[in-house]
């Protein structure tokens, strides 16, 4: 039979049936017939917390819902609630290691191994949700292996000095043995980026980062943010706002040092590794509430005077939310803000990464305040919205397949 005159092979060791209900002999010379379905398949790292880069999954799991999800580890209480929590998940063998749902991290030398084990060989195409170790899942020639990657692993390329120090890993015994894990896992992260047929990055500055670390081009789709859960003509009240993980690269320990300087109102949302230390430190001036429901995130969005961010994000899905709400951003001009923001319409940047650069920022905002119109800011935002990247995402992946298929053909 042919069909499109388009002819696959699959092989293998032994039969299978897989969830489409089509039928192959593996380890003989049968072919198998497409009948237009494109089967996919997606890879997360971890399913430990619903953060930016679970959002995303989230998302193509809309357009293709029923593609299982293959993930190292699942936490089923933190995904309750979530699309995850009744979803096919198949999770790896460090799933049942000791610790592992809260303390995964310490796997990461067993990483690579875990993600090469899973069995892709019934689906199509495989799409990797990629910020570590996802886009090194192992397909055949005749799959296309499409990796969304939200950054190169931060931790083992840009951020490894950064990373060694906050972590007290620079010099002795342990400190020798992460270097020499990270060397392992940076050698084995740039064999894993030949693996991917295509990728996608969130932004510009991850594309740049992508083509620096692992010599290839991408093509750039943002990722998709709920913009219609906000409103963007709310009056503003006197409060500055930041929200997001409390880890040291997001940099709330300078926002919060600068606004206290200013003697400003500074409300903070989220937590993390840094929550209890910022909050022994300016629990006196500043406001920490801790996590929040995303309704209590979302109102004070829309009140805020305006948002704070200092870090250097890869994308920065809480600029966007901030900005649906009509709230001016004021935020360092580096990585995905500078993509988000513009400077003077819908907030500032500021370039100098420091207490003083911030302070700077917040002194510009304020001299020019008035000319900032919320239902404007919050109109800019509709082109990262949910929908946006579906229909471009759920296009541009049907367009690489057809191309690949082309590719494919048995002469």
Avoid at 169 to 182: E, Q
Wanted: aromatic fraction near 10%.
């Amino acid at each position: 039979m042919l069909e499109n005159g388009i002819v696959y092979e699959r092989s293998g060791a032994t039969q299978a049936k897989h969830q489409y209900g089509r039928t192959w002999q593996l380890g003989t010379t049968a072919h198998e017939w497409y009948d237009g379905v494109m089967r996919v398949a997606i890879v997360h790292e971890w399913l430990t917390r619903i953060a930016g880069s679970e959002r995303v999954v989230e998302a193509i799991m809309a357009i293709w819902p029923d593609a299982p999800v293959f993930t190292l580890v699942c936490d089923r209480k933190e995904v309750k609630g979530s699309t995850f929590e009744n979803k096919d998940i198949t999770t790896s063998f460090i799933q049942r290691l000791p610790g592992a749902r809260r303390k995964f991290r310490r796997y990461l030398s067993l990483m690579p191994l875990a993600v090469e084990q899973f069995d892709l060989r019934e689906f199509d195409v495989i799409i990797s949700s990629s910020h570590a170790v996802a886009k090194g899942v192992l397909t055949r020639a005749d799959q296309l292996h499409i990796s969304y990657t939200h950054t190169p692993m931060r931790y083992a390329w840009d951020m490894y000095q950064p990373y060694l120090e906050t972590h007290g890993l620079k010099h002795g015994v342990r400190g020798m043995l992460a270097k020499y894990i990270l060397h392992r896992i940076r050698k084995w992260d740039v064999l894993a980026a030949n693996r991917v047929d295509k990728f996608v990055a969130n932004s510009t500055y991850i594309a740049r980062r992508i083509q620096k670390t692992y010599r290839r081009d991408a093509t750039v789709i943002h990722p998709p943010v709920d913009v219609n859960r906000f409103e963007s003509g709310k009056n503003r009240d006197s409060f500055y706002l930041a929200v997001g993980r409390m880890v040291p690269y997001k940099k709330f320990g300078l926002v919060a040092e600068a606004l206290k300087r200013m003697e400003r109102e500074l409300i903070v949302i989220g937590e993390g590794k840094e929550y209890t230390k910022l909050n022994r430190q300016y629990g006196e001036s500043i406001q920490f509430l801790g996590r929040c429901t995303d309704e209590v995130v979302a109102d004070h969005m829309e009140r805020c005077r305006a948002f704070v961010y200092a870090g250097e994000e890869d994308f920065g899905i809480t600029l966007v939310e901030a900005q649906a709400a009509g709230a001016p951003i004021i935020a360092f001009g580096k990585g995905g803000a500078a993509e988000i923001v513009k400077d003077g319409l819908t907030g500032i940047l500021f370039n100098d990464q420091s207490v003083e650069g911030c302070m700077e920022g917040i002194r510009r905002f304020e001299s020019s305040e008035s000319e900032f119109n919320s239902e404007d800011i919050g109109k800019s935002a509709k082109k990262f919205g949910t929908d946006e990247f579906s229909s471009r995402f759920k296009s541009w992946v049907e367009k690489e397949w057809k191309q690949f298929q082309g590719k494919s053909i048995i002469s």
